[in-house]
């Protein structure tokens, strides 16, 4: 039986007006956080979610349906960006989780894990104490890894996995899928045929080569692991101390102003019904909005840009003008090749969809049920000649220390993304391989580009930035928040962005041409964009102008001091302003290599035991 505040969690009926914790924001982060908070008893915590609550639904649970949610304004908030100048004026689509789980409802279930270089950075940005060693503990404490079978394990190349390494009680379930196809036997055979064979686990941070990864679904029901599912599940919600509401606004969050300084005491917000109410906090106010929304709900709070908050009518409570700044993302480019392997891209074929559809409900396999997830991160300078090597250092050097303008913040991160892209074993970037063709030309949405609108298969490698140099910003377009933010990722704005970007594209067209991946490429077959000839730089280059989201937002309520462009410090504290914290992935002083879900996850963790020991402090 389901517990009755999962039954009706849109009702505000018997509604507390105060706890200890509100936690706003009922996503990845919020869920990970409200879930360890709530184990004390004695601790009464709110979260509050603007989406429904789609559990169950198979657009969340069916790992074979990831991605039909997204663009779907009933499960995603389908934010757009402006027109990108380096994109040829395109706008871009960017699903966010709406609904209870937030984006790890929506997003594909690739687990993927950062280097330790770029963890380390986050210390180098004056967080101390901050380094992957010490996050280490958090991302195995999030997830329980399922050994694969010997069979899956050998035909996927898996000996570099360490099971030992991996989480072993965590909520998130995470397994390798049985049902793979020749593509993915055939990426890391092709890489280990380069010389470029996995040979570390991941989760340590020296993972490099081509590699199979995991994917954060359970292998007994074979449905997707998400935070809602998991952080969230019937036990949890049992709790007498945790309250989760659905369908819930935030509108503002209420901060007084006395002898103490600034201190956040509550939220506004309206409910399903459109009645607005106010909820108060004894303790801490905390935002796990997403690195788009979190931002905003400061602003919207009188926290941000003076400037911003005058023009929306909105009363200046602090002025810090890096509020949704510093926006990362994993910019990327595809290339799709014909292949005459039956793969995910058969799915086109409603009697193909009928029979899969029926697998899955008979006896949890086949396609619906999950694939296999591919990548590969290989050193720069196992990849470029010793000239375009030289050149790029030189690159590096004098457009790092001559471009102008530069703050302060742009300047040490710059510095730092340099030091991370001259370690001997750094990875500019990364490689993946999906079972389906992209087709950028059919619209600025992920699911418009998706579309199996060629009829012949494809298979498609993305090729995307480990270390972004372009920084870009959200900011709110209106004091209604229900209005969304003006989004600019400012994609490709750095010229090295562009460079690096496109030196690694020619690497395509080693890899299609090495055995055994090259068997699977037909021959004289077409490829998306067509004719696309990447032995050239001068194509490669252009080429750029057709990149696409990684949808891996980040940094807009930066980790760091404020005097280097930060928004909280290293406890995730808002500067100068009491009870009030943000936690998701918004905090990331600078994106880590590689998908984001399992540090987002770890920081929220993390985040849990911070708070939970300084709540045993007396308070100022």
């Given amino acids: ?113 950062p280097s330790k270089s770029s963890i380390d950075a986050w210390g180098k940005l004056c967080n101390s104490g901050l380094d992957h060693k010490s996050m280490l503990p958090y991302y195995k404490k999030f ?28 909520p998130i379930q995470v397994s390798f899928c049985c049902e793979h196809n020749q593509l993915e036997q055939a990426w890391k055979a092709t890489f280990n045929s380069l010389g470029l064979e996995a040979t570390n686990d991941p989760i340590t941070g020296e993972g490099g080569g081509g590699q199979n990864n995991a994917g954060s679904v359970d292998p007994k029901t074979a449905t997707r692991s998400h935070a809602a599912a998991t952080y969230y599940n019937a036990n949890v919600a049992k ?57 905003q709900l400061l602003e919207l ?34 290339v799709s090749f014909e292949t005459e392997v039956e793969i995910f891209d058969t799915l086109r074929d409603n009697r193909v969809v009928s029979a899969a559809k029926a697998q899955y409900e008979n006896d949890k396999t086949g396609p619906f049920a999950g694939r296999t997830y591919s990548s590969a991160y290989v050193p720069w300078s196992d990849l470029l000649d010793k000239a375009c090597q030289t050149e790029l250092m030189k690159m590096m050097q004098d457009v790092i220390d001559e471009n102008v303008p530069q703050s302060p913040v742009q300047r040490k991160q710059f510095q730092v993304i340099r030091s991370l892209l001259q370690e001997d074993q750094a990875s500019a970037v990364q490689y993946s391989l999906i079972p389906a063709q992209i087709n950028v030309a059919e619209g600025p949405n992920i699911s418009q580009m998706l579309k199996p609108v060629q009829s012949e298969n494809y298979f498609t490698i993305l090729t995307s930035l480990s270390h972004p140099f372009s920084r870009g910003s959200v900011h709110i377009n209106s004091s209604d928040p229900s209005v969304k933010p003006t989004l600019d990722p400012n994609y490709l704005s750095h010229p090295l962005d562009k460079e690096i970007l496109a030196l690694h594209l020619p690497f395509l067209e080693i890899l299609v041409e090495t055995e055994p991946l090259a068997f699977l490429v037909k021959g004289g077959g077409r490829r998306i964009p067509a004719d696309i000839d990447l032995h050239k730089l001068a194509a490669a280059r252009q080429h750029t102008e057709l990149s696409i989201p990684h949808y891996h937002l980040s940094g807009t309520c930066a980790m760091m001091p404020k005097g280097l462009g930060g928004v909280v410090d290293e406890r995730l504290r808002v500067h100068e302003v009491g009870n009030l914290r943000v936690v998701d992935s918004s905090i990331f002083p600078i994106i880590p290599r590689g998908n984001i879900q399992s540090t987002v996850y770890a920081v929220a963790e993390r985040a849990a035991d911070i708070i939970k020991e300084d709540l045993q402090q007396p308070r100022q």
């Fill in 301 to 334: 709070s009188g926290i941000g840009s003076a400037d911003i908050l005058r023009h929306h009518g909105i009363d200046v409570i602090l002025d810090q003008p890096f509020v949704g700044e510093n926006l990362q993302d994993h910019v990327m480019a595809a």
């Fill in 1 to 113: 039986m389901i517990p009755p505040n999962l039954e009706d969690s849109s009702s505000t009926t018997d509604l507390s007006s105060l706890y200890d914790v509100v936690i706003v924001g009922g996503g990845t982060a919020g869920l990970a956080v409200a879930s360890r908070l709530s184990e004390d008893p004695k601790l009464q915590v709110l979260v509050l979610e603007a989406g429904k609550n789609h559990s169950g639904h198979p657009y969340i649970t069916v790992p074979g349906l990831a991605g039909k949610a997204r663009d779907d304004p009933d499960f995603d908030w389908c934010f757009k960006s402006t027109p990108q100048a380096a994109l040829g004026g395109r706008s871009c689509g960017h699903p966010r989780g709406k609904g209870l789980g937030g984006s790890s409802t929506i997003h594909q279930n690739m687990i993927a894990f």
């Fill in 239 to 295: 709790r007498a101390n945790l309250r989760v509401v659905t369908e819930a606004l935030v509108g503002r969050i209420i901060i007084s102003d006395n002898e103490t300084g600034l201190r956040a005491t509550g939220v506004c917000f309206i409910d399903e019904t459109q009645q607005e109410s106010q909820v108060f906090a004894r303790k801490e106010v905390i935002l796990a909005a997403g690195a788009l929304q979190s931002p």
């Fill in 143 to 170: 997830h329980t890894f399922n050994a694969p079978p010997k069979e899956i394990k050998d035909s996927l190349g898996l000996q570099y996995i360490d099971e030992k390494a991996q989480g072993s009680s965590g």
